[in-house]
């Protein structure tokens, strides 16, 4: 784990409640909400800003989160909900919690903010001022900012050129219309929400292709940026979580440096653990060949022989992977073959083989949103699987939607066996591989997860701890799109290489990995 994934983690956890205990004895973060409605509107009817385009109001019911928007009629809102939070929290929406001060053009000298003006390694300003006379003024230098306000950077925001306004300036601070300029009403310590927009699960919302458009420099316009979702703990809470967010700062980047000194400190963690042996697992270190074992060759036969009697299609994208003296070889069905040796990222023991992750699956698709998108969820019907409902230790359906009969009949393409394995593969959590259990009722997925059906059921599982080994798991990361990481598509995903053991093999490394504690 490096230092900045340890970070990551402290910052969820601090977030969902779980960094410091709640206590009773704190104002509710309902009635922080209601004070800065009043202030909103205070200042509002003071003319010191704008009235919002829509306000919002986000409230629990029989364990639903609804919303009211400008009063109307609420609707649930359970599909946004990132994860659950302690009572006394709120979910809010980012343009509920912060105003901004609005836009000028410069009349004379004045500070330009602009992004260089911003570390992004630590997220602080530049000690040195950019001073700027008001004739030579860019067309960008527009924002009014004042000290404590959160400047949070909407181009490219994965790279994190954010920052919270702590110094005083020689002259007038004027900021790039580039930036956000979030300045929090009063109860919402700017550290802690300056540390949620630092969070994964905010970094997941920002960066994803519906929010972050563009390629070269994907940027989330205004709307999309206040349309967040921010946990409201109480205030004095707020103040717990960044005091002791902040007392961890000094031993994560202790333990950044040592770590690289170091691997022995991070195999002491339990996730570099897990994936190192997965590792080993997969390169045949894990547990001893024994000679007398039917060679995985002869198990790739019987599965092209089953493959070709799915019809010409399938037939025609099969491939086979052989080993020779000077490289390695992919022939196709048509005879001709190509060297990728270079693609080959390790040696496998003689009675194992290489395979395309194709070769192996009599299906390999995604699913897709139904017409009408999530206002078609029912709380009964058929299951209807979603990327959160997705992880390698299996399924978790205690926040699964379901659809009408009649919509799953129209997405027949999509519909999930029993013992297919299901592919997160966009977003935050992609990479994440589940394998669907026998017995499951009625089910379908949407455009966030692939199927992968194996044509050899024996070696499910261990196809299974492949995906979600470190190797393949880095094929995927290289396989996305484009800067803004567009995600894994089921051409793509059909390429993956996959080390295969004879069946008997692959069953003494799942029973090794199932009684080590990982």
């Not at 924002?143 to 020689?170: E, Q």
Request: proline share 6%; net charge neutral.
């Amino acid at each position: 784990m490096t230092a900045q994934q340890l970070k990551n983690s402290i910052l969820q956890l601090a977030v969902q409640g779980k960094l410091v205990p709640q206590d009773p004895n704190d104002e509710p973060a309902s009635v922080l909400l209601e004070r800065i409605t009043k202030e909103r509107e205070r200042l509002i009817k003071e003319k010191k800003i704008k009235k919002p385009k829509t306000t919002s109001r986000i409230f629990r019911r029989d364990g639903h989160y609804y919303e009211s928007v400008n009063g109307g009629e609420p609707a649930c809102i359970d599909e946004e909900i990132p994860f659950d939070i302690p009572d006394s929290w709120e979910w809010v929406r980012l343009s509920h919690i912060v105003y901004n001060h609005g836009q000028e053009k410069p009349e004379s000298d004045f500070s330009y903010i602009d992004i260089g003006s911003i570390d992004n390694k630590r997220q602080k300003l530049n000690q040195t001022e950019n001073i700027i006379c008001a004739d030579k003024a860019p067309s960008r230098a527009r924002k009014i900012v004042h000290w404590g306000d959160i400047l949070y950077s909407t181009v490219r925001p994965y790279l994190h050129n954010m920052c919270i306004v702590d110094k005083a300036f020689s002259k007038t601070p004027i900021a790039s219309t580039g930036f956000a300029v979030l300045c929090p009403f009063s109860g919402i310590y700017n550290a802690y929400l300056f540390y949620y927009l630092m969070s994964p699960e905010f970094d997941s919302y920002a960066n994803d292709t519906e929010n972050a458009k563009g390629v070269a420099y994907p940027a989330i316009n205004d709307d999309r940026l206040y349309r967040a979702l921010i946990p409201i703990p109480p205030s004095v809470e707020q103040q717990r979580i960044v005091a002791r967010f902040e007392n961890i700062l000094p031993e994560i980047y202790q333990y950044d440096e040592l770590s690289i000194k170091s691997e022995s400190l991070e195999k002491g963690f339990p996730d570099a653990l897990k994936k190192s042996i997965l590792q080993h697992a997969i390169q045949g270190k894990l547990v001893p060949q024994d000679p007398n074992d039917e060679p995985a060759s002869v198990l790739l036969e019987r599965i092209a022989e089953e493959r070709t009697k799915l019809g010409k299609k399938a037939a025609k994208s099969m491939s086979r992977i052989e080993r020779r003296d000077r490289g390695t070889y992919e022939i196709f069905p048509d005879g001709s073959e190509v060297d990728i040796s270079d693609e080959i990222p390790f040696d496998l023991p003689t009675s194992w083989e290489w395979a395309r992750l194709g070769s192996l699956c009599s299906k390999i698709g995604a699913g897709s949103t139904p017409k009408g998108g999530r206002a078609v969820y029912k709380s009964k019907g058929v299951l209807f699987l979603r990327s959160q409902n997705v992880y390698n230790d299996g399924l978790r359906l205690s926040n699964a939607a379901f659809i009408d009969e009649s919509i799953d009949a129209a997405m027949s393409g999509s519909r999930v066996e029993p013992f297919d394995l299901l592919l997160n593969i966009t977003g935050a959590s992609i990479g994440r591989c589940a394998i669907v259990p026998d017995g499951i009722q009625r089910t379908n997925i949407n455009q966030h997860v692939l199927i992968l059906r194996c044509i050899e059921r024996a070696m499910l599982e261990y196809v299974h701890t492949c995906i979600i080994s470190p190797l393949v798991f880095k094929s995927i990361m290289d396989m996305q799109v484009g800067a803004t990481k567009e995600g894994l598509s089921a051409q793509k995903a059909a390429q993956l290489l996959i080390p295969i053991p004879p069946v008997k093999e692959q069953h003494r490394i799942i029973t090794a990995l199932s009684s080590l504690p990982i």
